[in-house]
């Protein structure tokens, strides 16, 4: 099966919103998608704050040879670094609070009385 990163098109009449995904590249524009790795909203008056991305989802699909889109690559080029640097920052979020838990459920309860 050939995958495509590419965007398929939501949102209403004069106010399209895109879900960047991962799909067969024989499906339509609007078909059924295998995983969907972000959004596009070109309505956003801030720039920084259109564009949501999954980075090491999208790096999985380009590893095993998913051909991203001329606008996919775009969008990635300009924003895959800043979701990268939010990625890496959730997941020692997420590690941080796993050993908090860790040494939580280690430590003895303290005696009641």
């Known amino acids: 099966?050939?995958?495509?990163?590419?965007?398929?098109?939501?949102?209403?009449?004069?106010?399209?919103?895109y879900r960047i995904v991962a799909i067969d590249h024989r499906q339509p524009r609007?078909?059924?998608?295998?995983?969907?790795?972000?959004?596009?909203d070109p309505h956003v008056t801030?720039?920084?704050?259109?564009?949501?991305?999954?980075?090491?989802?999208?790096?999985?699909w380009q590893s095993v040879?998913?051909?991203a889109s001329e606008h996919c690559e775009a969008i990635f080029k300009n924003f895959m670094k800043k979701?990268?640097?939010i990625e890496a920052a959730n997941a020692a979020k997420a590690a941080e609070e796993a050993a908090a838990k860790a040494a939580e459920a280690a430590a003895p309860a303290a005696p009641t009385a």
Request: charged fraction near 35%; proline fraction near 2%; glycine fraction near 8%.
């Open 65 to 67: 040879g998913a051909k």
């Open 30 to 40: 609007d078909g059924k998608v295998i995983e969907e790795l972000g959004t596009y």
């Open 46 to 60: 801030e720039k920084s704050e259109r564009v949501t991305l999954l980075p090491s989802r999208i790096k999985y």
């Open 83 to 85: 979701w990268e640097e």
């Open 1 to 17: 099966m050939a995958v495509r990163i590419r965007m398929k098109q939501m949102g209403r009449t004069h106010r399209h919103y």
